[in-house]
């Protein structure tokens, strides 16, 4: 399995437009961060979890050249807004299966209602298989995926893992009982913000918490804001096992 970091930034990304923050500033190719989301690769298959509006640059970046589905964590506009650019591939494989919280495909539907028409279609516009997930297993691409639910303040959403590989973003809160399906994963990632409290995800204390419980054998921080502080400085904080993703690293399981 190989997984590729899209973008590992919040919902402004990094730098902030007009910003005159250090971190924003920053020289440093890690400190540039897009919307994020991953692009997991498996026996040929590639999933993409969210397409936020940079979803068209990180696919030209990736050289990703197909998607066999994509998987939504929640529908916050920096995880869907790139809908509209799954074109090119509708346009070379047909129909995109997607996949999703009912909540999520509703809102979806709202917002891009051109692509879920039946009738009187825009021959321009992608068309897409619907696929209403809830908490409990699914398969994809040969793969059992196990959701797991969470809080992003009081807004449900849905981490994943994929064999060995745990990806949560956006929690706040995460029962015990969810943990248990991820306690001692290969490779955790899950949000870190900033560092001081956030209302609706975890910052640097919290997400190092939650890492402690999960136990993995190596944890990778995303979502990251500007307040986190520079890469490089970060990282020399952390324990042993906790990196800082970045866009483009590539992971290998």
């Not at 955790?188 to 640097?204: D, M, Y």
Request: with cysteine.
């Amino acid at each position: 399995m190989k997984v590729t970091f899209l973008g590992t930034g919040t919902s402004q990304g990094v730098p902030v437009i007009g910003s005159k923050h250090p971190v924003c500033l920053s020289k440093n190719k890690k400190d540039k961060r897009l919307r994020v989301s991953v692009l997991i690769e498996w026996n040929g298959f590639s999933c993409v979890v969210d397409c936020g509006p940079d979803f068209r640059y990180q696919m030209l970046r990736s050289g990703c050249e197909r998607i066999d589905a994509i998987v939504f964590t929640h529908e916050h506009s920096d995880h869907v807004l790139g809908f509209d650019d799954i074109r090119p591939f509708y346009f070379r494989q047909g129909d995109i299966p997607i996949y999703g919280h009912p909540r999520v495909l509703n809102e979806l539907k709202k917002r891009f209602d051109y692509v879920f028409k039946t009738k009187d279609r825009y021959p321009g516009a992608p068309a897409v298989t619907v696929n209403e997930i809830e908490n409990k297993p699914f398969e994809l691409g040969g793969l059992s995926v196990v959701p797991i639910n969470g809080l992003h303040g009081g807004l449900q959403v849905f981490g994943f893992k994929f064999n060995d590989f745990a990806y949560l973003t956006d929690m706040k809160q995460v029962e015990d009982v969810e943990i248990e399906k991820i306690k001692n994963v290969k490779i955790l990632v899950v949000n870190a913000l900033r560092i001081e409290w956030h209302h609706s995800h975890f910052n640097l204390e919290e997400a190092l918490e939650f890492i402690k419980k999960v136990n993995p054998e190596k944890a990778y921080l995303t979502h990251i804001s500007h307040l986190l502080g520079f890469h490089e400085d970060v990282e020399k904080t952390l324990p042993d096992n906790v990196f800082l993703a970045y866009d483009e690293l590539e992971l290998n399981l």
